[in-house]
């Protein structure tokens, strides 16, 4: 009969194969002009992620436990602030971060039903959502055509007696413009919250010396999606500095509950069944105390194993999105009279999410470069909801008891959903993949454009 082997023993083995099976599984094959997909975004691994991940398994912790805890840590670190919440979508790390600011412990700086939140309406319908499923009001600003954010010369024409708070997101990895989005909420005593979620890695100077996005907010978010900087799969964050703002945060993705004790630990306080509540029978399981209605939104530890993986590789990702940026930007250069290439905002470093581009020849119907990238098996993108004021989902702004304003006419917001695109720039993307789209977008844009005047002139 052979002797057991220890499972220190086995774990070893089992892990060797897990690294020798993902490099056997998951290295690229050389890439196929024409035939293979260039993805917009995606997932950028090795076997570091896959071994963690199995590692993990092998643990058998299924919800959020020691590897949550890690990373939780480490991303805050990375950042630069005190406290990193792990959710399981950048969405609900939105949810979170907003609901916060409802909280009572605020006071009269807490956000009800009826006040004022400063945002635009180009971008991603989860930044703006939570504002309107709290029942406050968003007023909608446009956006800067050069950069694609938030158009700050709005800022004071959009605050009235209500105003609580800025909601906006750094849009394609591209930051706001901090220094005057700070200045403002500082004069006017309003939070900010900073949806970082296509942003990890970016900074901005306010002078002191470049800063990471996500650490200038009062609360800040990220999204772990497999698109993004990062991935644990599903999976996101938020981040604050404020003690108070981070215990809100964290009760309202645990359930509610009042007590802070970690998974799996009891009695962290000391007085479990000593404390007192006005209506709850003396000396009530904390445990069991809920001080808001709120969630379970947590991220599973075998999440976490992955993302420890990928935050080890950040640096490098943001590098080469900033690279192959770069090197499409420059491939567009010579046709800037006919399409035009959203830029950094001063003072910022980018970590760009993705190459956007506007049309600016009224001859090209964005449709037609929409269907040549399409059809040589480039995928592209809109900027999200482009005016979410268009989408169906804004008719519930004009049900009763909902409302929102609007700042202006949107006009930049509109040309962005008319005639802005995107293409991917993400750190998976090779040589062969990067000289592929450039050799694409030349063909369409090299003169003369018969073949496009041609087209629009038909359609006319």
Avoid at 147 to 171: C, F, M, S, W
Wanted: charge should be neutral; proline fraction near 5%.
């Amino acid at each position: 009969m052979s002797t057991p082997r220890a499972p220190a023993e086995l774990r070893e083995e089992i892990l060797r194969l897990v690294a020798e099976f993902s490099a056997a599984a998951h290295t690229p094959v050389p890439f196929r002009p024409g035939r293979d997909l260039v993805h917009y975004a995606g997932r950028c691994f090795d076997a570091d992620e896959v071994v963690g991940l199995v590692s993990s398994a092998l643990d058998f912790w299924l919800t959020a436990g020691p590897q949550a805890t890690r990373l939780e840590g480490r991303l805050a670190a990375y950042l630069g602030v005190a406290t990193g919440l792990l959710v399981n979508s950048g969405s609900s790390a939105n949810l979170v971060a907003f609901a916060t600011l409802t909280a009572r412990e605020l006071g009269a700086r807490r956000i009800e039903r009826g006040d004022e939140i400063i945002t635009v309406a180009a971008g991603f319908p989860t930044t703006v959502a939570p504002i309107v499923q709290h029942g406050a009001v968003p007023v909608f600003i446009d956006i800067d055509p050069a950069t694609a954010n938030a158009d700050v010369r709005q800022l004071e024409a959009a605050r009235g007696p209500r105003t609580k708070a800025v909601v906006l997101a750094h849009t394609l990895g591209n930051p706001f413009d901090v220094a005057a989005v700070t200045a403002f909420c500082a004069r006017h005593d309003l939070w900010l919250l900073e949806d970082n979620c296509d942003a990890l890695g970016a900074t901005f100077d306010l002078g002191g010396g470049p800063r990471l996005t996500g650490s200038f907010g009062h609360l800040a978010t990220s999204s772990f999606y497999p698109s993004h900087h990062m991935t644990t799969g599903e999976g996101g964050a938020v981040f604050t500095d404020d003690a108070l703002l981070a215990r809100i945060a964290e009760s309202l993705r645990d359930w509610g509950r009042d007590c802070w004790c970690g998974s799996g630990k009891d009695n962290t306080c000391g007085k479990r069944f000593s404390w007192c509540f006005d209506r709850l029978p003396a000396g009530y399981d904390h445990k069991y105390v809920y001080s808001r209605f709120g969630y379970n939104l947590k991220m599973t530890d075998l999440q976490a194993a992955v993302g420890l993986a990928q935050l080890d590789k950040l640096p490098g990702f943001v590098e080469a999105r900033r690279r192959n940026h770069a090197f499409l930007r420059d491939a567009l250069t010579p046709f800037a009279d006919r399409v035009r290439v959203i830029g950094a905002t001063p003072r910022s470093d980018p970590s760009w999410f993705g190459l956007l581009m506007v049309l600016r020849d009224a001859r090209i119907d964005r449709r037609d470069l929409v269907a040549h990238l399409e059809g040589a098996r480039i995928q592209t993108r809109m900027l999200f909801g482009g005016n979410l004021l268009r989408q169906p989902c804004a008719d519930a702004l004009d049900r009763p008891g909902l409302t929102h304003r609007v700042v202006g006419e949107l006009a930049a917001t509109d040309e962005m959903m008319e005639r802005g695109l995107w293409v991917g720039v993400h750190p998976g993307m090779r040589t062969a993949e990067l000289d592929y789209v450039a050799d694409t977008l030349r063909a369409f844009f090299v003169a003369p454009t018969g073949r496009t005047r041609r087209i629009v002139a038909a359609r006319r």
